[in-house]
């Protein structure tokens, strides 16, 4: 059974950092994709980053590309998402989207799998 969830929101001030895990069971991370996306209110789903296949290819939404750093550990089977420089507008639920296969996509339709999200509040 596939599950991911996710962890390390809170409540910050603009300008700190955050880190976000997703611990992932059900497939090996090497062999897939993981995803950030975010949802901030009355708008829709938006992508943030992935890491995908053997190496670990990261890629980021423009938004976030200088400031949000994505990684992994294998053993552990989790990914994290190191937020540095946070903004209000990047106010949201964070969830950590699964994908059991390699593939370099940012759409959230083409994820399999979803963690049940993470809130993180950016404060001006």
């Known amino acids: 059974q596939v599950q991911l969830a996710e962890s390390g929101g809170g409540l910050v001030q603009a300008g700190d950092s955050l880190r976000l895990s997703c611990a992932v069971s059900g497939f090996q991370l090497n062999t897939s994709t993981v995803a950030w996306f975010r949802q901030a209110p009355g708008k829709e789903r938006e992508f943030v980053s992935y890491i995908r296949g053997s190496v670990g290819i990261p890629y980021y939404a423009d938004s976030v590309k200088d400031r949000f750093s994505i990684s992994r550990d294998n053993a552990k089977n989790t990914v994290n998402l190191q937020m540095n420089s946070l903004k209000p507008e990047d106010t949201a639920v964070y969830y950590c989207?699964?994908?059991?296969?390699?593939?370099?996509?940012?759409?959230?339709?083409?994820?399999?799998?979803w963690g049940q999200g993470t809130q993180v509040t950016v404060s001006s």
């Open positions: 989207a699964g994908k059991s296969w390699a593939a370099a996509t940012a759409q959230a339709k083409n994820y399999d799998y």
